[in-house]
């Protein structure tokens, strides 16, 4: 049998807003991702705090 060819369009993945600790140990040397991009803390506390 055939399989009905799937023609709905794909939705874009949306950007993950989730921040995981990549690497590091403390406040000076920790690097964040999402995913796509890398950040260390300093930028991860202004991107949190000024949403």
Known sequence: ???KKNDTPT???PQL???V???GTNC????FTNGEVEINFDEWIER???K
């Open 28 to 31: 000076d040397d920790i690097i």
């Open 48 to 50: 949190y705090y000024n």
């Open 17 to 19: 807003n989730k921040w």
């Open 21 to 23: 600790q990549k690497e």
């Open 1 to 3: 049998m055939r399989r």
């Open 11 to 13: 939705k874009p993945k």
